[in-house]
């Protein structure tokens, strides 16, 4: 499965497993995830596709410019909302 840059997904296996990363990119076979606190942008996780589960939230370009836009936009997706 192709995972479009912007997709949220949920970690299924892992030391991360159940948190909500964002695709930032592809590499190979790998996705590389960001979350903007753990895993900043400048430093994306490479996370086999077969350890992930897809959400129907997709991010803008706009969210995925800075860490500090990452993590407002993953806390509204969870229903936290920006103050969490």
Known sequence: MA???GRVLRSTAGRDKDTFLAVVG???EAVLLADGKERPIERPKRKNPKHLAATNWLLT???LTTNRALRKAL???MGLGPEA
Do not use: H, K, L, N
Request: glycine fraction near 8%; aromatic fraction near 8%.
């Open 3 to 5: 995972y479009a840059r």
């Open 26 to 28: 592809m590499e190979g």
């Open 61 to 63: 370009e706009e969210q």
């Open 75 to 77: 806390r509204e997706c």
